[in-house]
């Protein structure tokens, strides 16, 4: 939540000085535009740490398989 406010309060401001020069007096489709950027940025960002969460799940594994199979005997052969 708080990374969708400042997103929001961050939209707001780059959209008000975006219609400032070109409309006056819009708050309304300010407003409604800094809802839609806040919310679409707010999603990116997640999902970003949730793909650096999942790298760092994928490194901790194959850690482990390495250590496991360096660990392993020999297999014998045939």
């Known amino acids: 939540m708080k990374d969708f406010l400042a997103f929001f309060v961050l939209s707001f ?11 006056s007096n819009a708050w309304v ?9 806040g919310a679409l940025l707010t ?3 997640s999902l970003e740490r949730k793909a650096e969460a999942l790298e ?3 490194a901790v594994l194959e850690t482990k398989e390495k250590e ?11």
């Open 13 to 23: 401001i780059v959209c008000y000085l975006v219609v400032a020069f070109g409309l």
């Open 29 to 37: 489709l300010i407003a409604l535009l800094a809802v839609i950027l």
């Open 56 to 58: 760092k799940r994928l």
């Open 43 to 45: 999603a990116l960002f």
């Open 68 to 78: 496991a199979a360096e660990s392993a005997p020999p297999e014998p052969e045939v």
